[in-house]
């Protein structure tokens, strides 16, 4: 019989990915909630997935809602501290603008399950999720203050139009329910993070070429594993 990481015995060997048991209750309660349901799902059934006693899965995580608020907090932080990164760096905002957009569309389309598709729940409307909903606004805030430099950048005589400033953080989230549209039809793929930053930049009036941004966004990225 194996243990999990907090020594307490499994039921049985090794169902889900990750490296502790914590990282395999929320592999597992990532699928139940975006697959079946939030409502539909309960503890015991996230236990039995993983392995482990119900008792267990309580050691890690209170209740559900602990479970959700976890994930959904792993969406933003690393778009937030990567925003945070370009925010201290001398990249000109269009390079920034670009490669925020794409980081995060690339994390939102390549993440083991859409868990963008939880924005919506009417649970998210309640205190428990305040964290949450306070990185997210962080991150808007990050997209649109990048966007607006971009904005003056491309042409300084314009004036800067917040309502076109929010777009590029728009334009991101539609990869949810790109990829929502193409799981439940299986078939087709969500929009590369390469069309959705080029599809921000040119609604913020870019005419020349991606291919200095994508340079520099390969660059940037590169930097930012490192750390």
Do not use: C
């Amino acid at each position: 019989m194996t243990t999990t990481g907090a020594g307490r015995p499994r039921l049985s060997t090794r169902k889900r990915p990750g490296a502790t048991a914590r990282d395999e209750i929320l592999d597992a309660a990532a699928e139940f909630f975006t697959t079946g349901g939030f409502t539909t799902t309960s503890t015991r059934m996230i236990a039995d997935a993983v392995g482990i006693r119900q008792a267990s899965l309580y050691h890690h995580f209170a209740n559900k809602e602990d479970l959700l608020a976890a994930l959904l907090v792993e969406t933003v932080t690393s778009p937030v501290a990567f925003a945070q990164q370009l925010s201290e760096s001398e990249e000109p905002a269009t390079v920034r603008m670009y490669a925020l957009t794409w980081f995060d569309a690339h994390q939102l389309a390549t993440s083991r399950w859409n868990l963008g598709a939880l924005y919506l729940l009417p649970e998210l409307r309640t205190e428990r999720f305040e964290p949450f909903r306070a990185q997210r606004r962080i991150l808007m805030d990050l997209y649109t203050e990048f966007a607006e430099d971009a904005l003056v950048q491309i042409d300084p005589r314009r004036d800067v139009d917040i309502r076109t400033a929010q777009l590029p953080f728009r334009l991101v989230e539609t990869v949810i329910n790109t990829r929502s549209d193409v799981e439940a039809e299986s078939a087709g793929t969500p929009p590369s993070p390469d069309v959705i930053a080029d599809a921000a930049m040119r609604v913020l009036g870019w005419t020349g070429s991606i291919d200095e941004l994508t340079s520099r966004t390969t660059t940037l990225i590169a930097e930012y594993a490192e750390r």
